[in-house]
C-alpha cells in the first residue's frame, strides 16, 4: 500500500473491489445497505467497513473413511463449491464460514457414505453427488447466508482384498457372457448347417460341389499335401458289395472240411462178367511185403 492510499484511509475514502461487498459497522452495529463496488466513504472515527468476497470458492474436503450400508470401509474426498450470497448472515451469523462450511461437509460426506452402498458410489456419482449437495446446503443457506453450488466426490479408496473380489467378479462375468455368445453362435450354426444338409440331400449335385469346393480351398493353400475325402456313398457300396461275396466263400469251405467218399472197385477187364470181386481186407499185392510199423 502506497502513502496515497494511506492518506486517502485516513480520511474514510475505501475502495471496493468489484467482486467483493462491503459492511459498515458504526459503534459495532451493521449499517443498513452495502456497499457497492467502487470509491466509497465512511467516516474514519465511527465506522469501520468489512469487505466480504463474493466469489465461488472451492474448498477441498479431506478424505473421510466411513462404513458403507453393505458393511464396506472406503475412504472417500470431495471438492465443495460454495459462493457467499447474503454478506450480512455470512459475517454476522457465523464467525468463519469458510471453516465452518468446511466441516459441514465432512459431516456430511460421512453421513451420506453410511446411507449409500458401494456400486452406488462406484456407478451413480451424479446422485451422490446431489444428494450430498442438498445435505449441505441445507444448514447452510438460510442461516448463513452461503449458497453450495456444486460437490463432486474426487475419489473412492478400496480395500485390497475388496478390489481383488472385484476382479474376480468381473472377470467371471466376463467368462459367462463369452460363453453365452460362443454357445448362441454354435446353435445358430448348427441350425445353419442342418438347412444346408437338407437342401443338399435334396440334390446330390450339390454336395459333389461343395466337395470340390472344398478340395479347391485347400489347394489354394499352397500345400505339397492334397487331402481327398472319400464320400460315404462309395464305403456303403463296398460294404453292401463285400456282404454276398463273404457268404459264397463260407459256403466253399463248408464243402471242403466235410468227409470225402471212398473211390469205387474197377474190376479188371479180364475177368467174366458177372463174377464177384472179393478183396480181403487185410491183403497186400504180390510182390510186395507189407509194411512194418
Known amino acids: 500500500m502506497c502513502a496515497g492510499d494511506r492518506t486517502a484511509e485516513m480520511f474514510g475514502f475505501k475502495v471496493i473491489t468489484q467482486y467483493e461487498k462491503g459492511i459498515v459497522f458504526r459503534f459495532g452495529r ?83 457414505i453410511g446411507q449409500s452402498n458401494m456400486d452406488q458410489l462406484l456407478s451413480e456419482r451424479d446422485q451422490v453427488n446431489a444428494h450430498l449437495k442438498d445435505v449441505i446446503d441445507a444448514p447452510t443457506e438460510q442461516p448463513w447466508g452461503i449458497r453450495v453450488e456444486r460437490v463432486e466426490v474426487k475419489d473412492v479408496s478400496l480395500p485390497e482384498s475388496m478390489k481383488r473380489s472385484m476382479s474376480r467378479q468381473a472377470e467371471a462375468e466376463r467368462e459367462r457372457r463369452a460363453r453365452i455368445i460362443s454357445a448362441d453362435g454354435e446353435y445358430q450354426a448348427s441350425k445353419r448347417l442342418a438347412a444346408a444338409a437338407a437342401v443338399m440331400a435334396a440334390d446330390p449335385a450339390a454336395l459333389q460341389l461343395r466337395l470340390l469346393q472344398t ?65 480181403p481186407l487185410n491183403s497186400t499185392p504180390k510182390g510186395q511185403r507189407p509194411r512194418q510199423a
Do not use: C
Open 30 to 112: 451493521a449499517l443498513p445497505g452495502i456497499r457497492g463496488a467502487g470509491l466509497t466513504w465512511v467516516n474514519p472515527f465511527t465506522d469501520r467497513l468489512r469487505k466480504v468476497n463474493m466469489q465461488i470458492i472451492a474448498a477441498a474436503v479431506p478424505a473421510q473413511e466411513a462404513i458403507t450400508r453393505d458393511n464396506v470401509t472406503l475412504r472417500v474426498d470431495a471438492v465443495v463449491y460454495y459462493r457467499v450470497v447474503d454478506p450480512v448472515k455470512a459475517v454476522i451469523n457465523v464467525q468463519n464460514y469458510t471453516f465452518a462450511v468446511s466441516q459441514v461437509a465432512q459431516t456430511s460426506l460421512r453421513s451420506v
Open 215 to 279: 478340395v479347391v480351398e485347400v489347394a489354394a493353400e499352397k500345400n505339397s499335401t492334397l487331402v481327398m475325402p472319400v464320400p460315404v456313398e462309395l464305403l456303403r457300396f463296398f460294404d453292401r458289395t463285400a456282404a454276398p461275396t463273404g457268404l459264397t466263400e463260407s459256403s466253399a469251405d463248408v464243402t471242403q472240411d466235410a468227409d470225402p467218399q471212398p473211390p469205387a472197385l474197377a474190376a479188371p477187364p479180364s475177368l467174366p462178367a458177372g463174377a464177384a470181386i472179393s478183396v
